[in-house]
Nanobody, 120 residues
């Protein structure tokens, strides 16, 4: 019923930038909290950032100052602008959404994931 589709991943050199997009469709509240997680090989999934319907944001310490999360509510799309990329940013990135608008990490709906690879 609810689908999240990521796009914009790929290969980028260290120090470069990349922007991920996540388009939501189906029966989901337009102001629901949405965000991004990532999982590197052999590592646990970790929260990267999330954003509320009122555009309040939260970032993991590891990406603070480098990544920016934003959203276009009319287009039901959330973005992750990734700057100053490091090798350790290499991971599969997952879009996520919550059923409601509470300001907490979203975990109710998930995209299939998209690969981001940072090379030296």
């Amino acid at each position: 019923q609810v689908q999240l589709v990521e796009s914009g991943g790929g290969l980028v050199q260290a120090g470069g930038s990349l922007r991920l997009s996540c388009a939501a469709s189906g029966s989901i509240f337009s102001g629901s909290t949405m965000g991004w997680y990532r999982q590197a090989p052999g590592k646990q999934r970790e929260l990267v950032a999330f954003i509320s319907g009122s555009r309040s944001t939260n970032y993991a310490d590891s990406v603070k100052g480098r990544f920016i999360i934003s959203r276009d509510i009319p287009k039901s799309t959330v973005y992750l602008q990734m700057n100053s990329l490091k090798l350790e940013d290499t991971a599969v990135y997952y879009c996520a959404a919550a059923r409601g608008s509470l300001f907490r990490s979203p975990r109710d709906y998930w995209g299939q994931g998209i690969q981001v690879t940072v090379s030296s």
